[in-house]
């Protein structure tokens, strides 16, 4: 069966280093997204894609970056990991044009000490 | 700019009762609402899409209601059991691009 998968599910990394949180999806959408879930602040956008080559900042982007090289994948990088990045991030994908449901990752719980 | 909010934050009913949970957005030009349930620690699964021209999805024991003039979407679940025991999000997308505005969602708790 077709579906996203996010990679690591947990991660624990130090202030200021570089962490990248990876989205893979099988469905070959041509729209990505990255959320992240905090308490109190519900669902957040934080960089999406509709194709190959293409970003966009959502948002709350500031500290983070995406590429997209192929339809599959789009990984999140923070630059330079903060306390404040602490959070849950979600990716999610959906097709691009007409229905646009949208399909959810299992998350990725990353901390930041 | 569009907000998305869900009332009330925490229900807890007994097990079989009928529930409606509600979602409201301030801005009525929207293309289609969605609604999630997401499990704790998991992620969120897509329960019914409504696109803009219509009133209602069904699904299963799932029931969701659209009335864009108003700004307000419901998601009814007959017979509640303790497995759909909960949270509810609800989320629309208010433009031309395919970005999603979530609420803050709903915790259901149905007691056995």
């Known amino acids: 069966d077709a579906e996203i998968t996010q990679s690591p599910r947990h991660k624990i990394t130090e202030t200021g280093r570089q962490v990248t949180l990876a989205c893979h999806q099988t469905w070959n959408h041509n729209n990505m997204f990255w959320y992240r879930q905090d308490l109190g602040h519900g669902l957040r956008l934080i960089h999406y894609?509709?194709?190959?080559?293409?970003?966009n900042k959502g948002e709350v982007s500031d500290g983070y970056s995406v590429s997209r090289s192929n339809t599959e994948d789009l990984p999140l990088t923070l630059e330079s990991a903060a306390s404040s990045q602490t959070s849950v991030y979600f990716c999610a994908s959906s097709v691009g044009v007409g229905n646009t449901e949208a399909f959810f990752g299992q998350g990725t719980r990353l901390t930041v000490v | 700019k569009q907000e998305v909010t869900q009332i009330p934050a925490a229900l807890s009913v007994p097990e079989g009762e009928n529930l409606v949970l509600n979602c409201s957005f301030t801005d009525s030009a929207i293309y289609n609402l969605q609604w999630f349930r997401q499990d704790p620690g998991k992620g969120l699964t897509s329960l019914l899409l409504?696109?803009?021209?219509?009133r209602e999805q069904t699904s299963g024991r799932l029931n969701a209601s659209l009335d864009k003039s108003s700004g307000r979407s419901t998601l009814y679940i007959a017979a509640s059991q303790p497995g759909d025991s909960a949270t509810y999000l609800c989320a629309v997308r208010g433009d031309s691009s395919y970005k999603l505005i979530f609420g803050s969602g709903t915790r259901l708790l149905v007691r056995p």
């Open positions: 894609s509709y194709g190959v080559h293409d970003t």
């Open positions: 409504i696109q803009s021209s219509q």
